[in-house]
């Protein structure tokens, strides 16, 4: 499974987070949603979600599932996958986030941004949220690191 998770991950190794406009722009350069390669990717994650090998846990209007830890594999980087109609639980990203984000009903946005790539800062923290629809999101997290705030 871990292979249709590697051209994200190979896009997003090396990318600083600091500036998440700057951070789209580079990872946009190495896997544009839009471009074949794009789509050959999300058409595999819908795949793996409709077989139920992702997120496969919880209930809507968050489902979600760790497909990988971070390990050397995965450049550090783990692999948590959310099917998203609302929102989700306060949390804080000491080192970052990086998502991928696919529209799978209506016309679903993920903090405000359309689907695509969207990236957290590290330090920042949000309560994760789609509207406007369902969206399947793909978390890389450096270090593994996300922290729940009560």
Not at 58 to 68: I, L, N
């Amino acid at each position: 499974m871990l292979e249709t998770f590697q051209p994200l991950i190979d896009a997003a190794r090396g990318v600083d987070l600091s500036d998440p406009a700057a951070a789209v722009a580079v990872l946009r350069s190495r896997l544009d949603p839009a471009s074949e390669a794009g789509q050959a990717v999300s058409a595999g994650l819908k795949e793996l979600l409709e077989a139920g090998k992702v997120a496969d846990r919880g209930a809507p209007p968050v489902k979600f599932s760790r497909a990988a830890k971070a390990t050397p594999e995965t450049s550090d980087f783990s692999i948590d996958v959310v099917d998203m109609t609302g929102a989700g639980p306060l949390h804080r990203h000491p080192n970052g986030e990086v998502n991928w984000c696919i529209a799978l009903e209506g016309t679903p946005t993920f903090q405000d941004q359309p689907p695509g790539w969207v990236v957290e800062s590290p330090g920042s923290q949000h309560v994760p949220t789609v509207a406007g629809g369902r969206m399947l999101i793909v978390y890389l997290l450096p270090g593994g690191a996300m922290e729940f705030i009560k």
